[in-house]
Structure formats: C-alpha cells, structure tokens
C-alpha cells in the first residue's frame, strides 16, 4: 500500500511564502517523476511543476521565477517552495506521485489528498 501525506497549506498574504511537502510511504520499490497540480475554483487541474527522477524540472509559466520543486529522495518527500504569492496562485495543490510498487513491474500514479493554498489580504 503506497500514500501520499501533503502538508504546508494555509492562508498568506500577497507577496508571501509558503512550503509544501508530500512524503510517500508504504511498500515502494522506487519513485520516478514526482509534481505538483493546482486546481483552482472553476477551472481545470493544471500541472504547476515536476521533477523526474533524472532531468531538468519543469514549471507552468506563471510561476517561473516564483516556485521551486526539489525533491529528498531518502525521505521519499517533494517539496513545492512558493515564494512572492498572488491571489490567483489560490487553489487546492495536489502531490503526484509516479512510483513502481513492490507489486507489480511498472509504473503506478499515485495522488496527495489536497491542500489548500489561499493568498489574499
């Protein structure tokens, strides 16, 4: 069994900070890719940022600049550093997680429960 814990969510302010974290666990034999989606009220889930096992990361282009995916691959744990905030970054992040499990010879897509990431005054 594999699941991802997200943490870090909250309220902040224009210009602010905030971190989030997903840490995977259970019975993994190795992770491939791991990202962050958004979805805002209204609009489709968008993929925000990713970083592969091996590569470049990748970023939506509104917030280049601004994110920074990193990613520990002894704690199995991304993090999505978010930094000058904006009000239409608010929306409920989701981890994503490509991992082969011990069960079974081949990749598997695994989902965070949701944060919740609100930037207003």
């Known amino acids: 069994q594999v699941q991802l814990v997200e943490s870090g969510g909250g309220l902040v302010q224009p210009g602010g900070s905030l971190r989030l974290s997903c840490a995977a666990s259970?019975?993994?034999?190795?992770?491939?890719?791991m990202g962050w989606y958004r979805q805002a009220p209204g609009k489709q889930r968008e993929l925000v940022a990713n970083?592969?096992?091996?590569?470049?990361?990748d970023y939506v282009d509104s917030v280049k600049g601004r994110f920074t995916i990193s990613r520990d691959n002894a704690k199995n744990t991304v993090y999505l550093q978010m930094n000058s905030l904006k009000p239409e970054d608010t929306a409920v992040y989701y981890c994503?997680?490509?991992?082969?499990?011990?069960?079974?010879?081949?990749?598997?897509?695994?989902w965070g429960q949701g944060t919740q990431v609100t930037v207003s005054s």
């Open positions: 994503n997680v490509r991992a082969m499990p011990y069960s079974w010879s081949g990749i598997v897509q695994y």
């Open positions: 259970g019975s993994i034999f190795s992770i491939n890719a």
């Open positions: 970083i592969p096992s091996r590569g470049n990361t």
